[in-house]
């Protein structure tokens, strides 16, 4: 049991430049008492969100907690500047992730295979979204490859989106149209499948990249266009004059 009170201050830091590590209070530091009667003192670090998925643990962040005396008036035993160090690793709730979606609803949806039936002359949208942040300097870039298409004038637009630390947190809108040829297919229906290409130069998307199946989107264009011909006629009738009398009307004349 202490004579008496001593004063102890507590800072907390944090290992990494984007995450924080507060007490709960939001505050870095915190001065407390510890009476003569008090064992110990309960504090509570926070730590905050970096949006990084980390590829393995030596990466993670890590919370630190010095605990130092700074007055120790009333029990000479404890020596002032004395230190005690608490180190803590943030688990990481991060996953890297690319992802196609949709929304209905205010709700987002999120696959790796989409499917469209659209008709000719009309248009569609999906979206890609990844769902970590890439890491400082780095970019995760999707280029979009088309295939499947004969007579059909199809477009993916645009063909390629980049993320980065900036925007990694958007959906990136994609418009599909199927424009009417005005051309009465050989096949009612054709089948154009959009498959993205992958790459990044960050570390943990790369490593995903590899692993991880194809984003494709299957659309099916319905022909609306029907061969054929249509007769018409702008025939009008012809008068002619009354001849005089005895006077051949044209069509005797040959």
């Known amino acids: 049991t202490r004579a008496g009170d001593v004063k102890i201050k507590a800072v907390v830091t944090s290992s990494s430049s984007v995450l924080t590590c507060t007490f709960s209070d939001g505050q870095t530091s915190i001065e407390f008492v510890l009476a003569s009667g008090d064992d110990s003192k309960d504090l509570i670090v926070v730590a905050g969100n970096d949006d990084y998925a980390h590829d393995n643990e030596g990466t993670l962040p890590r919370c630190t907690v010095t605990h130092t005396i700074v007055d120790s008036s009333g029990d000479s035993n404890y020596v002032v500047n004395t230190k005690s ?140 266009d029907t061969a054929g011909f249509e007769l018409s006629s702008s025939a009008q009738n012809v008068k002619f004059p009354t001849p005089p009398d005895n006077q051949p009307t044209p069509y005797e004349n040959g």
């Open 85 to 224: 160090v608490l180190k803590m690793v943030v688990k990481d709730d991060d996953k890297a992730g690319i992802s196609l979606a949709v929304e209905m609803e205010n709700i987002w949806y999120f696959s790796k295979l989409l499917t469209f039936a659209v008709d000719e002359g009309e248009a569609d949208t999906y979206f890609l979204k990844i769902h970590s942040k890439p890491s400082a300097g780095t970019v995760v870039r999707l280029n979009s490859q088309v295939s499947g298409e004969s007579q059909t004038l199809f477009e993916a637009h645009p063909a390629s989106l980049i993320f980065d630390e900036n925007n990694w947190n958007s959906y990136q809108r994609v418009n599909i149209t199927a424009a009417n040829n005005q051309i009465d297919n050989v096949l009612d229906r054709e089948n154009i499948k959009v498959v993205y290409e992958r790459i990044s130069t960050d570390a943990v998307y790369n490593t995903l990249i590899q692993s991880s199946p194809d984003l494709m989107v299957l659309i099916g264009v319905l022909d609306v």
